[in-house]
């Protein structure tokens, strides 16, 4: 067993220690029992620039992805959907989101993953949906077709 004398902390890999405490006064000294500390893996994610800002040109659903997930294997997913970046609502808790309505200009979007009592709050992705005009017939033209 690997001996650690410190009082600040320390940054373990992810496995199982098992560590005891030793308190010296003057010359008094006591060790505690043993205890057991299993570390386990953070969370990281990777998130490429073009999933953090995506344009929608029509109107079927799309799918967000936000990013690479690694670490901890037991994980949860939530999503979150805003208009300003500071009001933020539950929409999904899978690992990816489709979305299947359509908003105004500019809506956010965003995953916190957790595991544990470790959580990640994921990049802000900005979908732009492009606006669609509606065709319009030139007047004159319509009433020479009804002429006719």
């Known amino acids: ?86 009001t933020w609502v539950n929409i999904g808790n899978d690992e990816t989101f489709t979305e299947t309505k359509r908003f105004g200009n500019t809506v956010y979007y965003r995953r916190i993953v957790s595991a544990g009592a470790c959580s990640i709050e994921g990049q802000p992705i900005m979908v732009r949906f492009k606006k669609r005009w509606p065709a319009y017939i030139n007047p004159q033209v319509r009433q020479r077709a009804l002429e006719d």
């Open 1 to 86: 067993m690997q001996r650690i004398k410190t009082s600040r902390t320390l940054r373990l890999l992810p496995g199982v220690y098992y560590v005891r405490r030793t308190a010296v006064i003057g010359n008094c000294k006591a060790i505690s029992g043993q205890s057991k500390l299993t570390v386990i893996p953070g969370i990281n994610v990777a998130m490429t620039p073009d999933e953090q800002t995506v344009t929608i040109n029509n109107k079927d659903p799309f799918t967000l992805t936000a990013g690479v997930v690694t670490g901890n294997p037991s994980r949860t997913y939530q999503w979150q959907r805003s208009a300003d970046k500071k």
